[in-house]
T-cell receptor, first 113, second 114 residues
């Protein structure tokens, strides 16, 4: 089984809808991250969490919110989806050591019409 | 703030030829550097990483990278490319001075010709 899983893998929705993307991990890591990938822009950090009670905004958090339900679960929500949120979304985890090697899920492809 | 530049958006290489992907970074302290590969429809897989020590690091799938502090570079190389190396490659920089977050470059897409 994969160490980092994301659901759904693909989602098509309409402008104004609320969407939740879910991430689960079995690596026992404290740190979890949400990124979005756009062509030519690489991965940009949306939110990150260093433990269950710690939530931090990344560089592009506007229009997004997160919930850290447990050490193993970190969800990303789009309260009112808009077309420019169409992207590939990745969840990642890392341990709390100094090197921050991150392990990625398979991604969720989100299309907002 | 840290940043990563991958100057080549696309590279096309013949199978069996050598490959070099460029990565330049900006970081205010000793960087931790990573190369990830993303195969079509897949997540990101770590190829190799540099934290300290020997500036030539070996990774999986026959890849290596060389850290050059004077040039702020961390270029990725492979002596002989296989068709399965067709993918997108991302360089990333991070470390304690960055709040233990990674910053990624824009990626280089590699196409392999038969």
């Amino acid at each position: 089984d994969a160490d980092v899983t994301q659901t759904p893998r693909n989602r098509i929705t309409k402008t104004g809808k609320r969407i939740m993307l879910e991430c689960s991990q079995t690596k026992g890591h404290d740190r979890m991250y949400w990124y979005r990938q756009d062509p030519g822009l690489g991965l940009r950090l949306i939110y990150y969490s260093f433990d269950v009670k710690d939530i931090n905004k990344g560089e592009i958090s506007d229009g997004y919110s997160v919930s850290r339900q447990a050490q193993a679960k970190f969800s990303l929500s789009l309260e009112s989806a808009i077309p420019n949120q169409t992207a590939l979304y990745f969840c990642a985890t890392s341990d709390d050591g100094p090197y921050n090697e991150q392990f990625f899920g398979p991604g969720t492809r989100l299309t907002v019409l | 703030a840290q940043s990563v530049t991958q100057p080549d958006i696309h590279i096309t290489v013949s199978e069996g030829a050598s490959l070099e992907l460029r990565c330049n970074y900006s970081y205010g302290a000793t960087p931790y550097l990573f190369w990830y590969v993303q195969s079509p429809g897949q997540g990101l897989q770590l190829l190799l990483k540099y934290f300290s020590g020997d500036t030539l690091v070996q990774g999986i799938k026959g890849f290596e990278a060389e850290f050059k502090r004077s040039q702020s570079s961390f270029n990725l190389r492979k002596p002989s490319v296989h068709w399965s190396d067709a993918a997108e490659y991302f360089c990333a920089v991070g470390g304690p001075a960055a709040g233990n977050k990674l910053t990624f470059g824009g990626g280089t897409r590699v196409l392999v010709k038969p």
